[in-house]
Nanobody
Framework: QVQLVESGGGSVQPGGSLRLSCATS????????MGWYRQAPGKPQRELVA???????NYADSVKGRFTATRDYAKNLVYLQMNSLKPEDTAVYFC???????????????WGQGTQVTVSS
């Protein structure tokens, strides 16, 4: 069974930085995309933050220039470096991956349990 586990969340003042990490485990044949979504307080849906797919990274407009997503292909890890954090970045951040568990199966979406990021003075 595939699992994604995030770490690195916490509380920080505006203008500060945090780095999130996501590790994978389980039976993985290939990972076609990895990245991050977030769900802000009171909002019903998760929004894309940054997703790496096909060697390219797609960022939400609200985080461009401040956040950087990177992936360790050898270890199946993904990171999110968050700089110049703002109160509106406060949310639960979820690791996301599009994973095929064997050559004969199509990819499926997997999610981590989420890690809280709070930006407040």
């Amino acid at each position: 069974q595939v699992q994604l586990v995030e770490s690195g969340g916490g509380s920080v003042q505006p203008g500060g930085s945090l780095r999130l990490s996501c590790a994978t485990s389980g039976s993985i044949f290939s990972i076609n995309a990895m990245g991050w979504y977030r769900q802000a307080p009171g909002k019903p849906q998760r929004e894309l933050v940054a997703v790496i797919s096909g060697g390219r990274t797609n960022y939400a407009d609200s985080v461009k220039g401040r956040f950087t997503a990177t992936r360790d292909y050898a270890k199946n890890l993904v990171y999110l470096q968050m700089n110049s954090l703002k109160p509106e970045d406060t949310a639960v951040y979820f690791c996301y991956a599009l994973i095929a568990t064997n050559p004969g199966r199509s990819s499926a979406r997997y999610w981590g349990q989420g890690t809280q990021v709070t930006v407040s003075s």
